[in-house]
């Protein structure tokens, strides 16, 4: 059963920054598609990054610029580095990746670790 743990968030004064960590372990596989998802309180779960195997990268026009989303294949691992943070960044952040194992495809999210910008 493969699990993701993120972690990496917490408080932090506007202006400042944040890397974001998401491993995956549990089995056999490689990542495919990766991103990072955020949900504020009261609002709907927005995607902020995503990024495929063959390079190509989406970022949420509000993080454009200051959020950076990467990976390492090798070691099954997904960061989210943040910077120039502002309080309407503050959610619970949540990494998703698809995993590919054989010819099967999985998709899985982790437990959200939360982010708050406030001075």
């Known amino acids: 059963q493969v699990q993701l743990v993120e972690s990496g968030g917490g408080l932090v004064q506007p202006g400042g920054s944040l890397k974001l960590s998401c491993v995956a372990a549990?089995?056999?596989?490689?990542?495919?598609?990766i991103g990072w998802y955020r949900q504020a309180p009261g609002k709907q779960r927005e995607l902020v990054a995503t990024d495929t195997p063959g390079g190509s990268t989406h970022y949420a026009d509000s993080v454009k610029g200051r959020f950076t989303i990467s990976r390492d294949n090798a070691k099954n691992t997904v960061w989210l580095q943040m910077n120039s943070l502002e309080p309407e960044d503050t959610a619970v952040y949540y990494c998703?990746?698809?995993?590919?194992?054989?010819?099967?495809?999985?998709?899985?999210w982790g437990q959200g670790t939360q982010v708050t910008v406030s001075s």
């Open positions: 998703r990746v698809e995993i590919v194992s054989g010819t099967l495809r999985y998709d899985y």
């Open positions: 549990g089995g056999i596989f490689r990542l495919n598609t």
